[in-house]
């Protein structure tokens, strides 16, 4: 039997990455370059938000352009990855087993924090998407029970993709180039060395135990995807700091690998 895929969470950053790779889409390339080829991608994005866990079941996606005041051709393109209807059926009866509620979408397509690495990882769009939603009324500890009911799709084949910020607080972003806030670098470095450590309980009581915890994330559902990407790769995983910088100033662009849980 093959080996379990690892779980992946990517600090997704500025839509722009999809026409200006810089180095966080060179990272991605060599990412999509190196990982094993899966057989589909369940996606977790900060972008889809909702009460309760919903997967998309599309047979083709959508290219969701959610996102304002960009340059015209960001919104000219087109992310065509076929959907994963079966993968969907499949994240249904695993959450429905752990007796997590989960309802579909058949009409939802990629938004900006899937495709936009996806374009950088698989730019020929032909690997399988389907899309996981997170729930922001609800707690870290939540996310990662999400996870763990999902960790059997690790030995199927199948590579649980989260995307969110590692540090996103949009009201103090400032010009490229400008110096880290202390309160930035700060979160970014206790979240690296909480997961070096495996500190699961400082990592899941982020909000008390994080330094800067609420202006690092000021609404938290770009922090929640860590969450699912660390629980999938099952109990006790290892963490593996696959990326980091800034960019806007404070943006953390920092990504993950979680591998090896019982």
């Known amino acids: ?25 060179k990272f ?26 919903t997967v998309s079941s599309t047979v083709a996606n959508s290219t969701i352009h959610d996102f304002y005041g960009f340059p015209a051709p960001l919104y000219q393109i087109s992310y065509p990855a076929p959907g994963a209807p079966d993968l969907a059926r499949r994240v249904t009866e695993l959450l429905g087993a752990a007796k997590i509620p ?7 397509g ?13 730019p020929l769009a032909n ?19 999400l996870g763990r009911a999902l960790a059997p799709l690790t030995r199927e084949n199948v590579l649980i993709l989260a995307t969110g910020g590692a540090v996103h607080n949009l009201r ?9 806030p202390t309160w930035a670098s700060n979160f970014d470095l206790w979240l690296a060395e909480t997961l070096a450590k495996g500190d699961e309980s400082s990592f899941v009581n982020w909000t008390s135990q994080a330094p800067d915890a609420r202006r690092a994330q000021p609404t938290p559902e770009h922090f ?11 109990e006790k995983p290892k963490a593996e700091r696959l990326h980091q910088g800034f960019t806007l100033g404070s943006m953390s662009m920092a990504a993950y690998r979680f591998s090896g849980g019982l």
Do not use: C
């Not at 989960?102 to 939802?108: E, K, L, S």
């Not at 690997?127 to 029970?145: E, G, I, N, T, Y």
């Not at 929640?224 to 099952?234: E, K, Q």
């Open 172 to 180: 103090e972003m400032a010009p490229d180039g400008s110096p880290v």
């Open 28 to 53: 991605w390339q060599k990412l999509g370059r190196e990982l094993p080829r899966p057989e589909a991608v369940l996606a977790v994005s900060a972008h889809w938000t909702t009460d309760e866990p």
């Open 224 to 234: 929640l995807p860590i969450f699912v990407a660390y629980g999938a790769a099952g």
């Open 102 to 108: 989960i309802q579909t979408d058949a009409a939802r």
């Open 127 to 145: 690997v399988k998407v389907a899309q996981l939603s997170v729930q922001p009324h609800r707690d870290a500890a939540w996310h990662v029970a």
């Open 1 to 25: 039997m093959a080996a379990p895929l690892p779980t992946i969470f990517l600090s997704h950053g500025s839509p722009m990455l999809a026409l200006d790779a810089g180095e966080t889409g």
């Open 110 to 122: 990629l938004d900006h924090g899937a495709w936009v690495p996806l374009k950088n990882m698989y």
